[in-house]
């Protein structure tokens, strides 16, 4: 017993705060998939008895994630996760709704900017980009502007919440406002489905999109939600998957987790945003009162991801490989920058909201699974990587 002890205190503590970038599985997630993956092996097209017991549960599962978002089951259509959603959403709208412009926002995922600047290429349409404040909150003025000109049929793609700041958008005045110009609207909802309520018949989109590894659920499967009054084609031609709505044999078992998942965080979700904002309260307290001249970038009084905490550190010699020296002490966060051809440089939203180059940003993000104890890890170990409050050396 004894021994055994001391060995476990040997072990050295390890801290997942990305939870932004992924979450871990639940374990009541990898139950519900197992049966998928160990007996249930029928092709869910197969007319027989194997096949039928697949269909069903990925007909049960569809049944749970509308359930979820209020949304019919009709317009729910599985995918291979957020990316694919959004580039479904904002193909379709070239090709089936005849879309002649797109606004969208500086800060938006890569997922939704890339196929933007692809599309707007391959067809020539213009592409307009809100202005964004230093919180990162899109202006709404400046959107209902771009809307006034005329130039053709318009969709809006603007991002519930920012991955990398935490600020969040007022989704009911960005569907109104689409509304009132006659625009279509997409939403990137991948940071807070499974977070924050949604429903879809209150909140009027034509597009959102999930992501089921953000929720605790399975790496690469989502889903779409296209509302009925808006369809549109499929992206992946070949077989009739998916009411013809995306080829390919189904990723049963991740459809099933996914399910699994966004059942739990919904029924779960008051208890662990409880636990969680908590969390990033005691870190946020900690920093400030450990450290000297400690920042938060995003919106710190208005709607926000309660599971990010991006901070932002003077810039020391001693914080300057502050991502990486994390990772040395066994904690997992990630950065503001990217490294490209080896030099690091601020990502494309904290250039956006003209974030000062010469400040360390790190992402904090949480989940209900973080402790105190975590915190308080971090903090410690923080204290040999950035310059302390009061420290007389
Ligand atoms: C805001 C946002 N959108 C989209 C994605 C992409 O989702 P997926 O990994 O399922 O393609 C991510 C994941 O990093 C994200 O944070």
Redesign the pocket.
Known sequence: MHTSLQCNLRIKMKVYFDN???TPISPEVIQAMLPYLENFHGNPSSIHAAGRKVRAAIEQSRKTVANCLNASIGEIFFT?????S?NMALRGAVRDFGVQRFISSPIE?P??LKPLEQLCKEFDLPLDLVAVDHLGRPDFEDLERLLAMDKGKTLVSL?H???ELGTMLDLDRFAGICQQYGAFCHS?T??TIGHFPIDVSQTKLNFL?G?A??FHGP?GV?FIYINMDTPIKPLLEGGAQERNMRSGTENVYGIVGLAQALKMAVGEMDDRREHIEQLKAYMKNALLDNFEDIQFNGDQNGPALYTVLSVSFPKSVKSEMLVMNLDIAGICASGGSACSSGAETQSHVMQAIKADPDRKTIRFSFSHYNTKAEVDFVIGKLEAMVDRKNYVP
């Open positions: 932004a970038a992924t291979s996760g957020g990316t694919e959004s995922h997922c939704v991002m919440a920012n991955n990137d991948v940071q999109t992501s590894h953000k790496k989502g």
